[in-house]
Structures are given as structure tokens and as C-alpha cells.
């Protein structure tokens, strides 16, 4: 598949809010506006093939030592193919230029993050105040069944 990958603009963003919308319905995905999406557009890393978006991935740096995974998503006809596996890959690559140490993910996807070499981690020992600010937006809150991996790079 050949697929590019590469900065989001904020052309992108109704794109990108087409996408990630059923997985946000479904609660997979916290919901993100369009201007929060816009605030942090630089955090994003898209997929696409032929101009067609096939997923997304964000990175959100928490502390000097510490960044987060957040909204990957890919398109159903992508899944299988590598795409995810990349963007996050290239999330990883971006996290260590930048000298983060290491990289989390909260997620429903656990053994898809095992893959790529994150090992599960109790939520509890993320720092709250840094992590848990935008958990009073899920449709799950208080009840948080995701499951928190990290990586150390």
C-alpha cells in the first residue's frame, strides 16, 4: 500500500472529525472540537493514499519525560494493512526526537499496542493531575475501562 504519511493542516480537520466520528459515538474515542483539534493540529500525523485520509494519530506531550498516544484511528478498509502500526511507529520516532522518555496510551486496542513492544501498566501510576483533565468528557466517566500501556524510549 502506498501510503504517505505526514503533519496535519487545519484543512484537515473536517476530515479527520468524518473519520473519527463513529468511533466517538461508539465511546472508543474521547471527542475532540474542532477547535481543541485546531489548537493541537501539530500533534497530528496523518495517513493518507491518493488524497484520501485512511487514519490519524496524535501526539500529546504531558511533561518533559512523559507523552501520550491519543485518537488513533484508522479507516475500516485500511485496518490489517500496517497503517495504524505506522503512524504510531512514527509517533514513537517524533517522541524521541523530542527526547521524551517515555510514551503512554490509554486504549481498547491492548494487544495491537502489545505488538508494538508497550507493556501494561495499572492507570493508577500516571500522574492524575496531567492525565486524567480530560476524562470528565468521556461517555464512560467515572467507570474508566481502558487499559493504560507504555513504552520507554
Known amino acids: 500500500m502506498n501510503v504517505c504519511y505526514h503533519s496535519a493542516k487545519l484543512t484537515d480537520v473536517k476530515a479527520m472529525q468524518e473519520?473519527?466520528?463513529p468511533e466517538v459515538k461508539s465511546g472508543k474515542i474521547l471527542f475532540r472540537s474542532d477547535d481543541e483539534i485546531s489548537t493541537n493540529i501539530r500533534s497530528y500525523t496523518l495517513a493518507t493514499k491518493d488524497n484520501e485520509l485512511l487514519g490519524f494519530v496524535a501526539l500529546h506531550i504531558h511533561a518533559p519525560d512523559l507523552a501520550e498516544v491519543r485518537s488513533l484511528i484508522v479507516t475500516e478498509k485500511a485496518r490489517g494493512q500496517g497503517v495504524g502500526q505506522e503512524l504510531v511507529k512514527n509517533t514513537l520516532i517524533e517522541a524521541k526526537e523530542l527526547e521524551v522518555q517515555k510514551v503512554f496510551t490509554?486504549?481498547?486496542?491492548?494487544?495491537?499496542?502489545?505488538k508494538l513492544n508497550f507493556t501494561e501498566i495499572p492507570k493508577e501510576s500516571l500522574p492524575e493531575h496531567k492525565i486524567w483533565a480530560d476524562c470528565i468528557k468521556c461517555k464512560h466517566f467515572p467507570i474508566c475501562d481502558e487499559i493504560a500501556l507504555i513504552i520507554a524510549l
Open 106 to 114: 490509554l486504549t481498547y486496542e491492548q494487544r495491537f499496542f502489545e
Open 19 to 21: 473519520l473519527v466520528l
